[in-house]
T-cell receptor
Framework: SAVISQKPSRDICQRGTSLTIQCQVD?????MFWYRQQPGQSLTLIAT?????????ESGFVIDKFPISRPNLTFSTLTVSNMSPEDSSIYLC??????????FGSGTRLTVV | DQQVKQNSPSLSVQEGRISILNCDYT??????FLWYKKYPAEGPTFLIS?????DKNEDGRFTVFLNKSAKHLSLHIVPSQPGDSAVYFC??????????????FGIGTKLQVIP
């Protein structure tokens, strides 16, 4: 399965600012996914990112708030824009190369103050 | 609407005994089920999976059972070891309207194996 390097591992940000999270995969993958895990909640899919096309967002998530880039088959970024304390969460990227085999990054723990 | 439910937020088991983690789902379109393990400050790691055409899959100390009629699956860990202490996520996969598999996760069960 693929190995994913995610950074930053954690950050504390001021409200109103933006943070970009990066994920680098050690092999080419067709699809990458971005999840959020709020305290006491399950992992919730934010969007799916295919290379060369716009990301597909799940209900409740919009591109203006969570813009995603997928410039090639090994890299993706998620930006959390105009942050508020409600955005404090763990953000995870995931990749699927072998059909059902999903690999996750180590996560980014975001605290907005 | 929680389509994948893990009703036990935590479980404590003595080392060497069996750990049984349960999961229920509501969407009959799910056709593949996965268990992930997550340690603090790490991302989830894949543990074991089962296709809807099977009712049991075994990998070493880990066995997953699927009861499709009851929409229920369980993960058995035998024997349990202190290193198994982690949060276990049940997940289910099915085709999304966009034409790809979408994975839906449960809220997780925190397992503590007591030495």
């Amino acid at each position: 399965s693929a190995v994913i390097s995610q950074k930053p591992s954690r950050d504390i940000c001021q409200r109103g600012t933006s943070l970009t999270i990066q994920c680098q995969v050690d092999s080419q993958v067709t699809m990458m996914f971005w999840y959020r895990q709020q305290p006491g909640q399950s992992l919730t899919l934010i969007a799916t990112a295919n290379q060369g096309s716009e990301a597909t967002y799940e209900s409740g998530f919009v591109i203006d708030k969570f813009p995603i880039s997928r410039p090639n088959l090994t890299f993706s970024t998620l930006t959390v824009s105009n942050m508020s304390p409600e955005d404090s969460s763990i953000y995870l990227c995931s990749a699927n190369r072998d059909g059902y085999g999903y690999t996750f990054g180590s996560g980014t723990r975001l605290t907005v103050v | 609407d929680q389509q994948v439910k893990q009703n036990s937020p935590s479980l404590s088991v003595q080392e060497g005994r069996i750990s049984i983690l349960n999961c229920d789902y509501t969407n009959s379109m799910f056709d593949y089920f996965l268990w992930y393990k997550k340690y603090p400050a790490e991302g989830p790691t894949f543990l074991i999976s089962i296709s809807s055409i099977k009712d049991k899959n075994e990998d070493g100390r880990f066995t997953v059972f699927l009861n499709k009629s009851a929409k229920h699956l369980s993960l058995h860990i035998v024997p349990s070891q202190p290193g198994d202490s982690a949060v276990y996520f049940c997940a289910a996969s099915g085709y999304h309207s966009g034409g790809y598999q979408k994975v839906t996760f449960g809220i997780g069960t925190k397992l503590q194996v007591i030495p």
